[in-house]
């Protein structure tokens, strides 16, 4: 805060000597001290300027024009007069002191302090009695413009707006137990996208490829599906036991200027020992000549552990009461396979479909193989006939 003009001019700045009255020798003193002191604060007014019409160069015109002293200054005094004595300074309306530079106005107040007063008499005759009036002027005494954006007047440097970033995205996945349709958590090819300047990023259209163990696709692979740039992997898609399938999706990435860059997906499958139908095989046996026993196999997939044998059995038995059995090895000791017969074939016997898991370990097979042995119970009514469906399921 700046102190700029005597709290006592009528003491000690007034010359009744000069021809030009109080009012007026108070009125250019204050006013040339005011300037000068507005003159030291010329960047401010220039700020001033720059935030109210946003122009660069004009605001600098005003600085440039208030450091010269190319202004106006006007009501820089409140005013008032008495005749019974010197007006006190509370009675006075306070000044509204502006400033005009280049056309642009901008009101002092805000930056003005220090209240002060100046009083001085006039006398005059009216008829036999002389009349003396009070006049008093108020008017500020201190100018601080406070804190403000010195810096207005830098031009900035230009904004350039950068392209987007992006990491390749990989993803281990390991295939699902079961024969069910199941699928990996979707998957966001933008996750791992940035854009500094907060640009919108979406996928170019038509910029996706598709390799599957380094070979290019023709077209999206069944087992994906994308939606949106999010990618769902079907994890029941078949693989043998620890085999492996890279697929890599690659595709462009745009920003909402234009930059456009690549990136890709790296998929790792893995596959598990999982279920899938290896082989079916159908027999059918017919009693004849008094034969009653019949036997037969199905080849087991070589190296496998574990399966499933579904079987599924169909028979018409010629005698009342006559009975069927059948055995397979390997298989659970409590399941027991037999039909017993209807009269005269009028009727055919099903045996409700068997499944169950069995260790189909080669090492625990004859020959590598599933195998079954069977037979009627009566020599009697050639004819009889069974048909044994076996369906070999295997994890693999």
């Known amino acids: 805060m700046s102190d700029f003009f005597t709290s006592s001019f009528m003491a000690s700045g007034y010359s009744s000597s000069l021809s030009a009255s109080a009012q007026g020798q108070l009125s250019s003193a204050y006013t040339a001290a005011l300037s000068s002191e507005i003159k030291t604060?010329?960047?401010?007014?220039?700020?001033?300027?720059?935030?109210?019409?946003?122009?660069?160069?004009?605001?600098?015109?005003?600085?440039?024009?208030?450091?010269?002293?190319?202004?106006?200054?006007?009501?820089?005094?409140?005013a008032a007069q008495s005749k019974t004595g010197p007006v006190d300074g509370a009675a006075v309306n306070n000044?509204?002191?502006?400033?005009?530079?280049?056309?642009?106005?901008?009101?002092?107040?805000?930056?003005?302090?220090?209240?002060?007063?100046?009083?001085?008499?006039?006398?005059?005759?009216?008829?036999?009695?002389?009349?003396?009036?009070?006049?008093?002027?108020?008017?500020?005494?201190?100018?601080?413009?406070?804190?403000?954006?010195?810096?207005?007047?830098?031009?900035?440097?230009?904004?350039?707006?950068?392209?987007?970033?992006?990491?390749?995205?990989?993803?281990?996945?390991?295939?699902?137990?079961?024969?069910?349709?199941?699928?990996?958590?979707?998957?966001?090819?933008?996750?791992n996208a940035v854009d500094l300047d907060g640009d919108a990023l979406s996928i170019v259209a038509g910029s996706y490829k598709f390799t599957v163990d380094g070979v290019v696709q023709p077209a999206k692979p069944s087992f994906l599906t994308i939606t949106d740039g999010v990618v769902v992997f079907d994890t029941s898609t078949d693989l043998l036991k620890d085999e492996m399938m890279v697929?890599?999706?690659?595709?462009?990435?745009?920003?909402?200027?234009?930059?456009?860059?690549?990136?890709?997906?790296t998929i790792n499958y893995t596959g598990t020992a999982d279920l899938y139908?290896?082989?079916?095989?159908?027999?059918?046996?017919?009693?004849?000549?008094?034969?009653l026993?019949?036997?037969?196999?199905?080849?087991?997939?070589?190296?496998?552990?574990?399966?499933?044998?579904?079987?599924?059995?169909?028979?018409?038995?010629?005698?009342?009461n006559e009975t069927f059995f059948l055995d397979v090895e390997p298989r659970p000791n409590s399941v027991d396979f037999t039909l017993g017969g209807t009269a005269n074939s009028d009727g055919t016997e099903v045996l409700q479909n068997y499944s169950g898991q069995v260790n189909v370990?080669?090492?625990?097979?004859?020959?590598?193989?599933?195998?079954?042995?069977?037979?009627?119970?009566?020599?009697?009514?050639?004819?009889?006939?069974?048909?044994?469906?076996?369906?070999?399921?295997?994890?693999a």
């Open 41 to 78: 604060v010329a960047d401010y007014f220039g700020f001033l300027a720059f935030e109210r019409t946003g122009d660069r160069d004009a605001a600098l015109a005003v600085k440039e024009a208030v450091a010269a002293g190319q202004f106006t200054l006007s009501d820089l005094f409140g």
């Open 95 to 191: 000044p509204a002191p502006k400033l005009t530079v280049l056309g642009e106005t901008f009101e002092l107040s805000s930056i003005l302090s220090g209240l002060d007063t100046e009083t001085w008499t006039t006398s005059s005759k009216v008829g036999k009695t002389t009349e003396t009036v009070y006049h008093t002027r108020e008017f500020f005494t201190s100018l601080s413009v406070g804190e403000y954006d010195t810096d207005w007047a830098v031009v900035p440097e230009p904004v350039t707006n950068v392209a987007p970033t992006a990491e390749a995205i990989v993803v281990n996945l390991t295939e699902t137990l079961g024969k069910a349709a199941s699928f990996s958590a979707p998957i966001d090819l933008l996750g």
């Open 247 to 265: 697929v890599k999706v690659e595709y462009d990435i745009t920003d909402s200027a234009g930059h456009v860059i690549p990136n890709s997906l």
């Open 277 to 291: 139908s290896y082989k079916s095989e159908s027999f059918t046996f017919t009693k004849s000549g008094g034969n």
């Open 293 to 320: 026993t019949f036997n037969g196999s199905l080849q087991a997939q070589s190296g496998a552990q574990n399966g499933v044998i579904d079987i599924a059995l169909h028979a018409d038995l010629n005698a009342t």
């Open 361 to 395: 370990a080669l090492a625990s097979l004859a020959d590598g193989a599933v195998s079954f042995n069977g037979g009627f119970s009566t020599q009697v009514a050639n004819g009889s006939s069974v048909t044994l469906t076996l369906n070999y399921d295997v994890w």
